[in-house]
């Protein structure tokens, strides 16, 4: 056996997957105590940027977005003008037929998700996409629950069901990947910078102070 500078198979890529965001909506994050309300919508923002910018397919979906939860965060759909979210009565994203046909119409068999609450909102279609034979990843700092125990539970349940956990920003660094890859460079910088908190700052020290860049 001999090594090969090529990148693991688990690994995500922009192209090799879909995105799903669930349920970032103000009533179910009046409850969330897991993670605080100000670092979930700054990790959701991160992801929902990184995703647009790397051209990640995405579904942006809520739950009785008119009558009940209210529009889902500004911070996410701003990185999506113009995309339409699918509205839904189901709690479980994967029994929504509009949200079926849109992840059979994208065509990928790898899934990413993070949404509000874990142990309803990503439990629900995490456990039923698996099932069905498909791959699935979340972003364990992109979702939140009524308690730690419950959001820690949760994850638990479906790591052992299979799910690959994650977080926000090893997400966006996982798509870049390479800093040569000068296309994409200065668009993660510049939402770690944004969003990434102290490492984001760091990023500001370095270019400020001495012009530091990761791919020189």
Not at 15 to 32: R, V
Not at 173 to 183: F, H, K, N, S
């Amino acid at each position: 056996m001999s090594a090969t500078a090529t990148p693991g198979k688990l690994l995500v890529s922009p192209k090799d997957h879909t995105l799903i965001m669930i349920d970032f909506q103000s009533q179910m994050s009046f409850a969330t105590k897991s993670i605080d309300a100000v670092l979930l919508r700054n990790n959701a923002a991160l992801v929902a940027n990184a995703a647009a910018g790397f051209g990640v397919s995405t579904i942006l979906t809520t739950v009785a977005e008119k009558t009940f939860s209210g529009p889902m965060f500004s911070e996410i759909t701003d990185a999506f003008p113009g995309q339409k979210l699918l509205d839904r009565t189901s709690m479980n994203t994967w029994e929504d037929a509009a949200v079926i046909e849109e992840v059979n119409r994208i065509g990928k068999k790898r899934l990413v998700m993070c949404g509000l609450w874990t142990s309803v909102c990503i439990v629900g279609p995490t456990l039923s996409a698996l099932d069905q034979g498909f791959e699935v990843y979340v972003i364990a700092d992109s979702c939140g629950d009524v308690s730690d125990e419950a959001h820690e539970r949760a994850m638990d349940r479906m790591v052992q069901a299979g799910v690959r956990p994650m977080t926000s920003l090893q997400y966006m660094l996982e798509l870049q990947r390479d800093w040569a890859r000068t296309g994409t460079y200065d668009m993660t910088t510049g939402i770690a910078k944004k969003f990434g908190g102290s490492y984001g700052l760091g990023i500001i020290y370095a270019k400020s102070m001495f012009g530091a860049s990761e791919g020189h």
